[in-house]
Structure formats: structure tokens, C-alpha cells
């Protein structure tokens, strides 16, 4: 019986300026345990060396970072959980997709793309962003 892996996308851009903006496509990701899956992303962005990321959000638990990509010089990194082996993006032009190898059930999760300047950390920040609250709310609860 061949377990399947579910993957939901999401674009997000915090506190992007002008016409700078994220898009993924929108729906599941239905994929084969021990298969590679790429991901898509595309971006636009008034930023001449944009950095890009990629975060991984469990059911009930708070988005984390998992790797960057920068459009200069040195091409990013992954954090320790998301080893490149597995894991990988590279920036072409407009876009970053992700390649997720070797699929693991683990992996079912919304993954998100995002320009800088992004979160890191900040969850009030994040959730403020989200779901876009005023600038009095976000002033009173950082």
C-alpha cells in the first residue's frame, strides 16, 4: 500500500513594498512516499538582489524557516532539519521553486514562499501579517 503525501502551497509577502509580490499555485500536492516533488514560486519584485525563502508549516504549529536563496554571489542556505540532500530550491529569474526528495509522510505540510524582509521568529508578526490587522493593533501587541 503506497502511503500518500499531502502538500498544500501558500504565498506570502511581508511587508513587501510597491508591486512586489509571491505566487504559488493554489491546491493539494498529492504525492508518492519516496518520490521528488518540485514545488512552484514565482516572484516580482523592484528589489535588484531579492532574497527569497521557503517555510514549512505543520498542522497546528507555527511556520518554520527551512532554507534562502539569494539572487548574488553566495546561493543561500538551509537550516540544520532541512538538509540539502533533500530539500533544495535555486532561483532562476523570477522564480524559485522547491524540490523536496525522497518524500516522507513528515513532509505533509503548507510550505510558503516569501521575499524578504520576512520572519524569522516574530509569530506576532507573522500572524499580524497574515491576517493583515491595522497599525494601531500592531503597535500595541509588538
Not at 499531502?6 to 509577502?13: Q, V, Y
Amino acid at each position: 500500500m503506497e502511503l500518500c503525501l499531502w502538500i498544500i502551497l501558500a504565498a506570502l509577502c511581508f511587508e513587501c513594498k510597491g508591486q512586489d509580490r509571491v505566487i504559488q499555485p493554489t491546491g493539494d500536492v498529492i504525492a508518492t512516499e519516496g518520490h521528488t516533488i518540485t514545488l512552484g514560486c514565482t516572484f516580482q519584485t523592484s528589489d535588484q538582489r531579492p532574497y527569497l525563502f521557503w517555510y514549512k508549516q505543520d498542522k497546528n504549529d507555527l511556520p518554520k524557516f527551512m532554507l534562502r536563496r539569494y539572487t548574488f554571489g553566495v546561493k543561500g542556505e538551509n537550516t540544520a532539519e532541512f538538509q540539502k540532500e533533500r530539500f533544495d530550491a535555486k532561483i532562476n529569474q523570477t522564480s524559485v521553486p522547491l524540490k523536496i526528495q525522497k518524500l516522507q509522510l513528515s513532509d505533509s505540510a503548507v510550505y510558503y514562499c516569501a521575499l524578504q524582509p520576512t520572519v524569522t521568529g516574530n509569530t506576532t508578526t507573522l500572524h499580524k501579517n497574515l491576517w493583515g490587522t491595522n497599525s494601531s493593533t500592531q503597535s500595541s501587541t509588538t
